[in-house]
Structure formats: structure tokens, C-alpha cells
């Protein structure tokens, strides 16, 4: 049995304040970083988010073991046969946390200890080959445990770097281009990153630079190649904004509301965070944003939609929200850059084409162009919507209720990966929310 949601809305019209927790994509990285850091960099406001909450703690783990094993060496009593077990391959489960489980091979592929790094059931379906092998490259000795290319795998220390300079992939995810940016530092060779063809995700390597940099790690990007000497971290800290792919669903709320006006705390203009386009991107769906009070203030405004054509690629967690949010508003937009969707918490794509076929609407692929039509779209008395373990099918899906009658939503707690207090935030700002035993 799993605990699923029934979601109502009796009214058009939203107004309140909603305090965001911190961005997981920040977190993850500035934890790494703390981790390699070896104290010197100090993280602040440490995301609710599931993922960054278990990553933290299996660092914390992964230290503290590691100072215990050095006390072990240390002081005079040699470690019996059982303690010398413990200490061999550790079995770590990241479950669902693709960030975490690219960012944790890096890291472990330079550390001494023998580890395994496995996950959920969809994460042994996403792929890591392309960053086993730069770091094999590199010069770690990583193995497969079940399918090559794909977690579990084991990372069996001995690290010796044999060269500074790798080519990689920049089309399938940025995530194992930000993995190798975050170990560069600590390499004795430091690292010259080629990046093949295209790059996905750019706003996303961007933060990891820009994090770096306030750690004290200089780089240098010229063409297609980053930089990255062996450097030390300097003192300091690093504060997780409020994420902005969080916000978009309240953006997204604003947008299909009659009237809205919503305060969301702590975001800035400035943000490290490419999902922060966001405000760019529902601003053609008539919502303002102004930044003051230390937050972002949204008010919808009616007017007609004009653009019709959005390119993803460089903020594909908003691809769900804004599809959803064209679909609710009749808007037969077409969408580029969602070749990576595919790979992530679910096949997005497909997740989107049934879930949004449930009120009769089409997402339609020619030639990497993804278009809306909603000629066949009907209002169903209650739709349930399948969140394929995906936060954001359950997250994007949501504020439908201020379109539809009723909602039910399989999976509540899915939204914990990146936003836990999702539904009760959802329920301060006047929308029903009940739990209900479902099957699983
Ligand atoms: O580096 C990050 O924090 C992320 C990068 C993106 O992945 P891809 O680079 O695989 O698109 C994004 O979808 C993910 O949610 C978080
Ligand atoms: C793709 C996502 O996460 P991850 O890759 O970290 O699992 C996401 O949060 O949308």
C-alpha cells in the first residue's frame, strides 16, 4: 500500500507566501565540496531535499569512518578480521538520486576506501558510462557489479592519476561534466576537460564553476575546454539558495489561478540556478515577477499568450511544468531540447504523453520537435494521474486542480526527492489535500 493524494481546488484565486527550501542541485554540489575541502568550506542552509539529505549523511558516514579507521592505525591495536570486512566494500544506496549517484563516483574514485555504489531500480536503468570511463582515464579502478554502463558499481580505490587531460561526451548529461569539475581540484594533475559536441544543461556546469570559484577554485573555459589546476580550498562558506525549479510549480499555480498573487521568499535575480528562467519563461503567460522584500513577488496579469515555441535544453526540470501548463491553457506550443528527459527519474516523455492523454491531449515527436495538440482535450470528473517515482510528474501535475474537479495522484511522498513539504505547502495556500491508501 502507498500513501496516494486526493487534490481540490474550489477557487480560482490564490494569494499567500510560500517558503521554499534550498536548491538540491546547490546542495549537492557545495556538500561535495565541503566533503573535499576537509572542512574548510562550510555549507549553509542545507536543503530539505530526500536526495541531499542522504547524500549529506554519506559523506558524514563516509568520514567519520574514515577518521575511525585512521584512529584505528594509529593507536596500537591492529584491526581484527571483522573490522577489516567492515571496512571492505561498502555497499551505498543513493535510491533515486541521480545527482548524487554521478557526484558520489567521482568523489569515491579518488578516495581510498572500496565502495558500491548502487540505487533504486530505475537508477540502474539511467546511464554512467560515460563518466566510469573518464575516470578510468583518469586512472580509477571502477568495476561493474550487474549491466556495464550502469550502477551498481564498485569503486575500488588506488587512484593514480595517469593524465590531466579527457574528452567527454557533452550531449547525455551535464551531471558527469560537473563530477569531474568537483574532484578537479583535488587531482594532482589537476584537469583539462574536452567537451565533444554539444553541451546540455549549460546553466548547470555554470554553477558548478561559480560554486567552485567561492570555494577559492580558479578555472578557465576557453571553447570547449574547462580547466581546472590541482588547488586548495580556501575558508569559507557556501549558502543554498531556495530552488528554483520548486518555484516553477507555484509559477505554474499563478498561471492557471484567475487571480494570483504569491510572495516566495529568499530568490533573487542573481541566481546560480538556470531553472531561475523561469520567471522569463511564464512571463509570456502573463505572470510578473518583481524582486524585493527580500523574495519574489508573482501577480498574474491577463493577456494573450504570444510565444509558441520553447527551447528546454539549458533548463529541462521546467520541461514537465511549462508542458502541463500549455496543455491546462489550450497553448498547442512546440518544444525543443528534451532529448535528456528520457534518462531521468522516468522517461519523462512518455510519462507526459499518458498522463496528459488521461484528459485527451497529444504530445507529438517529428524530428526532435515535441508539439501540443488539444483538439481531442476533455475535462475528466477526477483524473489519476501515475507519477512513475518522478517528484516533478507529481509536482508539474498539480496545479491542474485549479482546472479540473479532482485529482488523485499515485505516490504522495515521491515529492520528497526534491521538495517535501510540497503538499503541505499546497495546503496552507488553500488547495484540499487528502491522503488516501492506494495499491502500490
Ligand atoms: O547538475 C545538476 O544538479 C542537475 C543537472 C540536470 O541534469 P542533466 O545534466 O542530466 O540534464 C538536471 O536535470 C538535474 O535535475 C540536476
Ligand atoms: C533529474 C533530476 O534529478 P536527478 O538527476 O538528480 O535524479 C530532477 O530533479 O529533475
Redesign the pocket.
Known sequence: MMHNIILKRNNKFINGTVNLTGS???C??ALIIEALSKGKVHVENVSDAADAVLLAGILRKSQESRAKSQEVLVGDASPNNSEIENCKSEIIDIGPA??AM?FLTAYYAIQEDEVILTGSKRMKERPIGILVDALRVLGANIDYEENDGYPPIKLKGGFKQQTGQISIKGN???????ALLLIAPALPLGLELHIEGEL??RP??E??LAMLETSGIKHTWEGNVIAISNQEFTTTSLYVEPDW?AASYWYAIAALADEAELFLTGLTPYSLQGDSVITEIMANFGITSQFRDGGVHLKKENKPISRREFDLKEC??LAQTVIVVCSALNHEASFTGLE?LK??ETDRILALQTELGKMGVKLIEKDEVYTLDCSGKFIPDSIFINTYHDHRMAMAFAPLALVLPQMEFENGPVVDK?YPAFWNDLEKQGFEVEEFEGKA
Open positions: 538540491k542541485s546547490e549537492n554540489r541521480g545527482t554521478r547525455i548529461s551535464s551531471q558527469y561534466i560537473t546540455t544543461s548547470y556546469v554553477m558548478t525549479s529541462p526540470d535528456t534518462i531521468k526534491s
